[in-house]
T-cell receptor, first 116, second 113 residues
Framework: GAVVSQHPSWVICKSGTSVKIECRSLDFQATTMFWYRQFPKQSLMLMATSNEGSKATYEQGVEKDKFLINHASLTLSTLTVTSAHPEDSSFYIC????????????FGPGTRLLVL | DQQVKQNSPSLSVQEGRISILNCDYTNSMFDYFLWYKKYPAEGPTFLISISSIKDKNEDGRFTVFLNKSAKHLSLHIVPSQPGDSAVYFCPVQSSGNTGKLIFGQGTTLQVKP
């Protein structure tokens, strides 16, 4: 089946630093990718829709200057948490739609971020 | 305001029996429904889906039923296996929404040997 990878799988950083998380579709092209975050024992919350070659679309309440998204190619989207603070600690998951298959969405394994 | 509700936070079933997971949604414009299972610290894994033009879809041990008038869908797993123990989500999708999924709170299934 289709594979989506995320790197790193977990990261610990100091407050005030920026952290970049990569999401790659390994065996298919994805015009659209999505970024979610999940708090412990809660649902996945969609943060933004990442579109190749254009600006990301952010959900209400998500700061676009805080969570920078770049979708530079059909197989790679990056999420940068800028000036991270402890409240940004969470589980970040990306997903990808194979181009032309809108109903199909494959998820990455997630990235655990801990901000000290 | 939750658009997708999974009212049972947890479910415990004996191995070999049927597991029935339920999901309710509020918007009749949703037209594609999916089930994913998720293990801790991992991404969700796709199980099965159904479009609004159908009322049943079956794939091996998994069957999804859709009742559009009640805005309700369910996932049946039979026979249940200990490896099915996970959190189950039923995200929904609207047509023309570029694949955006709306998730509920999830139901934790425990299958006891």
């Amino acid at each position: 089946g289709a594979v989506v990878s995320q790197h790193p799988s977990w990261v610990i950083c100091k407050s005030g630093t920026s952290v970049k998380i990569e999401c790659r579709s390994l065996d298919f092209q994805a015009t659209t990718m999505f970024w979610y975050r999940q708090f412990p024992k809660q649902s996945l919350m969609l943060m933004a829709t990442s579109n190749e070659g254009s600006k990301a679309t952010y959900e209400q309440g998500v700061e676009k200057d805080k969570f920078l998204i770049n979708h530079a190619s059909l197989t790679l989207s990056t999420l940068t948490v800028t000036s991270a603070h402890p409240e940004d600690s969470s589980f970040y998951i990306c997903s990808a739609n194979p181009t032309g298959l809108q109903e199909t969405q494959y998820f990455g394994p997630g990235t655990r971020l801990l901000v000290l | 305001d939750q658009q997708v509700k999974q009212n049972s936070p947890s479910l415990s079933v004996q191995e070999g029996r049927i597991s029935i997971l339920n999901c309710d949604y509020t918007n009749s414009m949703f037209d594609y429904f999916l089930w994913y299972k998720k293990y801790p610290a991992e991404g969700p894994t796709f199980l099965i889906s159904i479009s609004s033009i159908k009322d049943k879809n079956e794939d091996g041990r998994f069957t999804v039923f859709l009742n559009k008038s009640a805005k309700h869908l369910s996932l049946h797993i039979v026979p249940s296996q200990p490896g099915d123990s996970a959190v189950y989500f039923c995200p929904v999708q609207s047509s023309g929404n570029t694949g955006k999924l709306i998730f509920g709170q999830g139901t934790t299934l425990q299958v006891k040997p």
